[in-house]
């Protein structure tokens, strides 16, 4: 989090304010769409899946954009600069959003399904001030320290903004590893139910995103950036606060949860990158050829 805030500058923001309809969408979309068209998915899939693989899918939800995006989204050939302003607007606000959407539609969940798993209710109930907590640690306090450092050591950072990314990625992989190690035998098992559950949930993000910019007639330019911002979420975070023993004690059974999180992590980003390819072959194809019909006619 310290790094991606390495990348925020209050500029970026002033930008998206001149034409705020692209912003607002993909805040809306990361804040309320994608929260309830997972409910809907989970709903849907109800006698298919077990109550941790749905709340690993809301706390999947919950949390803000995963800071990947800003790289795919320019490889792509999308706006940056909306990219990066979703993906420190959703991290800035997880402190609030990310508990609360966790808590209501994970909520709604456990009393659609009480009459079937009403043992479960008790252990799923979350201490909200503890993730609120545990969220603004983790989120809050290395964004606050990030944007400052930045703008008071603006050489040092640019020196830092590379090391950091890869600090951050073997970090994630150790995080995984954590996840998978106690569990090992029961991934192996359920692999293949969890890969398909994970690939229906993060499809239905990248075409909620991309719904979302066609339905409000944005540029594709635009749509590519909020299709891929929605595609991409910080499953980092949802790992870490599964193994805070404040929020998830020990006793509570969250395999399930454990693996629909890690397992996103690694697949949001195989997937994020074949839809940035193929955006960026075909958009780079075409420029080519409206310079080539350019030259032709020129000459």
């Excluded at 402190?95 to 479960?120: C, D, E, M, Q, V």
């Excluded at 992590?265 to 409206?290: D, K, P």
């Amino acid at each position: 989090m310290f790094g991606v805030a390495l990348g925020i500058k209050p500029n970026q923001f002033k930008e998206l304010i001149k034409e705020p309809k692209p912003y607002l969408i993909g805040l809306f979309g990361h804040l309320f769409a994608l929260p309830l068209m997972t409910f809907l998915l989970v709903v849907a899939l109800n006698n298919y899946i077990t109550p941790t693989i749905a709340m690993g899918m809301f706390l999947v939800a919950a949390c803000p954009g995963g800071n990947i995006s800003n790289f795919m989204t320019s490889y792509a050939k999308g706006n940056t600069e909306l990219s990066v302003g979703l993906s420190a607007s959703t991290t800035l606000l997880a402190t609030i959003s990310t508990p609360f959407n966790f808590a209501l539609w994970g909520g709604l969940y456990l009393r659609f399904i009480s009459n079937k798993a009403h043992h479960l209710l008790q252990p799923l109930q979350i201490d909200n001030f503890q993730m609120f907590e545990t969220v603004f640690i983790l989120l809050g306090i290395p964004l606050i320290l990030g944007i400052f450092f930045a703008k008071y050591f603006p050489r040092i950072t640019d020196k830092l903004k590379r090391p950091i990314q890869y600090v951050s990625i073997v970090f994630f992989i150790a995080i995984v590893i954590l996840a998978f190690t106690n569990n090992l035998h029961l991934f192996l098992k359920y692999i293949y139910f969890i890969f398909f559950i994970v690939l229906i949930h993060n499809f239905m993000a990248f075409l909620t995103g991309f719904s979302l910019g066609s339905i409000f007639h944005i540029s594709n330019r635009d749509r590519r950036t909020i299709t891929i911002e929605m595609g991409i979420q910080n499953s980092g975070l949802g790992l870490v606060l599964l193994f805070n023993p404040k929020i998830f004690p020990p006793t509570l059974e969250v395999g399930g949860m454990l693996f629909i999180t890690a397992w996103w992590g690694i697949w949001h980003i195989i997937a994020g990158l074949c839809i940035s390819t193929y955006w960026s072959r075909h958009i780079g194809r075409y420029i080519n050829q409206l310079t080539d019909n350019s030259s032709n006619h020129n000459y």
